[in-house]
């Protein structure tokens, strides 16, 4: 990655970062929510992501991404991750034009952490919650990168 793309990255995530932090939610979000429910959701998200950003650089700016589609209108819901139903005359927000080019491999790694997560604690965690941790975890690896 040049210079030049590392730091527009770098403005792109703290102006994203910026607007969530200036909206306050009533109910503010908990880092520890999963702490006694799914203990070890936080390493099994982080395994899949550092994995992911070793093998596809390209995966962490896709994921912010995507995490600013899935929030962007009515909030976070995981609307992102669900495809079109055959013969529906409606896009589904994964198959909008927008959305096209968003790299498979970041639908693939939420689809593997999901797999994990489930697997450890299943039902517990919802899809759009490791979207925003999947997404949080990208910007720390891609801080870690830069600084590095």
């Excluded at 403005?11 to 702490?35: C, E, Q």
């Excluded at 055959?86 to 790299?103: I, T």
């Excluded at 975890?137 to 590095?148: G, K, P, T």
Aim: with cysteine; charged share 20%; aromatic share 8%.
């Amino acid at each position: 990655m040049s210079i030049f793309t590392n730091s527009v990255l770098v403005l792109v995530v703290l102006h994203t970062l910026k607007s969530f932090a200036t909206t306050l939610p009533r109910h503010p979000l908990k880092v520890d929510f999963y702490s006694i429910s799914c203990p070890h959701l936080e390493q099994l998200v982080g395994s899949v992501t550092s994995q992911q950003f070793k093998e596809a650089l390209v995966s962490a700016p896709a994921m912010i991404r995507l995490f600013f589609h899935d929030c962007f209108i009515k909030g976070c819901d995981g609307s992102i991750l669900i495809s079109t139903k055959a013969r529906s005359a409606v896009l589904a927000k994964k198959d909008a034009q927008d959305n096209k080019h968003l790299v498979v491999e970041v639908f693939d790694g939420i689809k593997n952490a999901k797999a994990l997560v489930e697997s450890k604690c299943p039902g517990i965690v919802s899809c759009a919650d490791i979207v925003a941790i999947t997404a949080r975890d990208f910007v720390h690896l891609v801080i870690s990168y830069l600084v590095l």
